[in-house]
């Protein structure tokens, strides 16, 4: 299957300051990257999704000013987490969908972010 | 609108015996189906898809999942668990459109005994 990484794993942060998170499709092309949250024991909550070239269409509820998602690339995509709080500490994950294979998502390994 | 349901959000069975993880969907377009599996702090890795061509798929470790229209479901199973299958197990729905979006389950978590 496809790979996805994403840098960092991990990142502890104080509050106030932002974060940039990196997600990378390594073996294919991502014309679309999602961006999901995950709090521990739950399902994944889509937070926004991304086209290469073009700006993210956030979910509901998702503060754009606040997750700032950037596709400039048909293999890179970031998330910056801005003026983070204790209450965005959380599983961060992406995932690619593209080519060859425009049927599935693959996902990248997680971020957990931790906000003191 | 799209959903899916997971009957059991936690299942145990014991090392050897049949895994059943229950998955019905609601879609007002055909279905693609997925399941996938979590391992604890790790992403999502795809076990098997369902895009409208054969209705039971197989997948990756020995998965397999049959998709039945009549009762709008999408069980996954395998016949002798390992305890390796030890994790958590997510449904999810799409459109077949590039643009469409997976709707996740809540989630199974398959706890394999000794």
């Known amino acids: 299957g496809a790979v996805v990484s994403q840098h960092p794993s991990w990142v502890i942060c104080k509050s106030g300051t932002s974060v940039k998170i990196e997600c990378r499709s390594l073996?294919?092309?991502?014309?679309?990257m999602f961006w999901y949250r995950q709090f521990p024991k739950q399902s994944l909550m889509l937070m926004a999704t991304?086209?290469?070239?073009?700006?993210?269409?956030?979910e509901q509820g998702v503060e754009k000013d606040k997750f700032l998602i950037n596709h400039a690339s048909l293999t890179l995509s970031t998330l910056t987490v801005t003026s983070a709080h204790p209450e965005d500490s959380s599983f961060y994950i992406c995932?690619?969908?593209?080519?060859?294979?425009?049927?599935?998502?693959?996902f990248g390994p997680g971020t957990r972010l931790t906000v003191l | 609108a799209q959903s899916v349901t997971q009957l059991g959000s936690h299942v145990s069975v014991s090392e050897g015996a049949l895994v059943l993880l229950r998955c019905n969907y609601s879609?007002?377009?055909?279905?693609?189906l997925f399941w996938y599996v979590q391992y604890p702090n790790q992403g999502l890795q795809l076990l098997l898809k369902?895009?409208?061509?054969?209705?039971l798929v197989k997948g990756i470790n020995g998965f397999e999942a049959e998709f039945k229209k009549s009762e709008t479901s999408f069980h996954l199973t395998k016949p002798s668990a390992h305890m390796s299958d030890a994790a958590e197990y997510f449904c999810?729905?799409?459109?077949?459109?590039?643009?469409?979006?997976?709707?996740f389950g809540t989630g199974t978590l398959l706890a394999v005994q000794p």
């Open positions: 995932s690619g969908r593209g080519h060859p294979d425009k049927g599935s998502q693959y």
């Open positions: 369902y895009t409208s061509a054969a209705t």
């Open positions: 073996d294919f092309q991502a014309t679309t």
């Open positions: 991304s086209n290469e070239g073009s700006k993210a269409t956030y």
């Open positions: 999810a729905v799409s459109g077949s459109g590039a643009t469409n979006k997976l709707i």
């Open positions: 879609s007002s377009v055909p279905p693609y």
